[in-house]
């Protein structure tokens, strides 16, 4: 069935009432009629809720959603991206070992890795994971988790997933990929055997800056056991976040088709201007990555577009105020264009030598295109980076 389609299928249990949208059970916990009903159902024997930390219609729809548009057998929603990141790794790496990372992951991917699993033992190393003989080498050796992302922040960076995986698994390494900013409209990483997907819902599947929210998907084995995590380590989310999600969610095929034509156009606009220095976008001929992202992405290369500009960080602080539509917003994925600057907001977790590993500097801006008119978000860059400099 067509992505869009799929979107908008519904995904709630049908209710007596035939309500068209799902109803929201903002509730923590459900009554029974007598003790053998709990009895069963906390021994597994009887499907239903019980308390809402361990399972809630809200979270059973939007997991549906999810691994529809995933392509695989469940899912699981959590507080926020962040938990479903860490559930993801203590899921696949139970014991203390090493974290294998992306040269260009999150920043908060470190942080988790660094500052809350590396009090309890684990290590986190820094990998390449264009180079391939550095993969092999990694994922030789003392137990690991590979964590990787589909399309990298700030940079889109298209992490070559069908050929490290294999190599990854052909070593007993399972693989978490991050697919927040490729979402399942242009990316589906289970295709190419990803163990688990993590996902910040707070972006572009949430859609509209109102909720912080994460999930998982895999197989349902996979799931089971990140649940029970989630569960006893109370990563679960609020039911109204959940609701608020799956909203989001039904419209994300179409936000993510306009917002990724908007910003292929805006990145080939932005290269023909005197004040940029170099634009950052996989759908372009320029980027080092255009191969795989032609290979892997589908639909079109997502919405981040960055760019380095001439005049350095002085030359961002003119066109951040000059700005008149696009906001300065420390985040992405919002149905309006807003720009960030990666140094001082999302990857400020990272040591003076990681930012340059990553190939960020204070010229840098990371801009999150939105859903509306071209013309007008094209003016609006335009007009920041001609006048007066
Ligand atoms: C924002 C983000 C996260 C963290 O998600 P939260 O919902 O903020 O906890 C993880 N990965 C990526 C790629 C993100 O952009």
Redesign the pocket.
Known sequence: MDIHTRSVMPVHTPTPANSVAPPLYQTSVYAFEDIDEVDALLGGTRKGYSYTRGGNPNYDALARWLAQMEEVEAAVPTG???AA?LAGILSLLPHPGRILVAREI?G??AGISRRLLGRLGYRMEWIDTHDLVEVERAVTGDPAVLVA?TIS?PLGRVCPLDEIIPLAHAHGVPVLV?N??ATPFHARPAVWGADLVAH?L??FIGGHSDL???MLAGSGARIADATALIDSGGLTPDPFAAWLALRGARTLSLRMERASQNALALARHLETLPAVRRVYYPGLASHPDADHAARLLSRGFGAIVSMSLQGGYEAVQAMVTRLKMVKFVPS?GDVSTTLSHPVVASHRELTAEEKVRVGIDPSVVRISVGIEGLADILADFTEALTTGV
């Open positions: 926020s991206g962040t990141l999150y908060g991917t992302e922040n991050d927040t900013f910040s707070t972006k912080v929210l994460g992405l």
